[in-house]
């Protein structure tokens, strides 16, 4: 069965905590984060890291693989896709291919939609009570399908859910956060709920 496995809780681990789970991830992973500026994004690469380590059950600290669009994945291991906010991260893994995104629910300036969104997509948005809600489920589940498929971030997304066949949605709400995850079987999903209380089992 499939698990989410959703994380929020960056502040409350310390920065001793972090340097120790930093000790243990591979070198190429380390290479990649040590030329990250940005402080959240730094626990969240590690983080998620330990995190598909633990429920993948690898052994080995092997990292990621990358297909030539940027999907991750590992090799002879369950398929997973990853996606995060500032403050929040998301992972869901699966016997079967699988693309999830994460968005906040917040403003958003009228020319992303038109960018992103096809004029049945706009007309859905302006007719919805709540636009910031209903524009985040319809963009969610572009990038969901975007990472299913293993497009390019460049891939224009207008008209993308018209074009799909045989990909099913499931769109959750946690914490103000929208999160969708496609899929090309209809199996969904169990939530794993990563409780901070086991933090220090991603070593």
Known sequence: MDKIIYFDEFNEITEKEYKELYSFLPKSRKEQIDKINDKKTIKIKIIEYHLIKRYLKLKSNIDFCYSKSGKPYIENAKHFSISHTKNALVIVISNDNVGIDM?????????????????????????????????????????????????????????????????????????????TIAKTNKNFIKWQNYILKNKRCVV
């Open 103 to 179: 968005e906040k629910i917040k403003g958003h300036k009228a020319g992303l939609i038109k960018k992103v969104c096809n004029e049945k997509e706009i007309q859905e948005i302006k007719n919805s009570k709540n636009k910031q809600k209903k524009f985040l489920e319809i963009w969610t589940k572009k990038e969901s399908a975007v990472k299913l498929l293993d497009k390019s971030v460049f891939f224009d997304t207008k008209d993308i859910l018209t074009n799909l066949k045989d990909v099913k949605f499931k769109t959750f709400l946690r914490n103000n956060h929208i999160i």
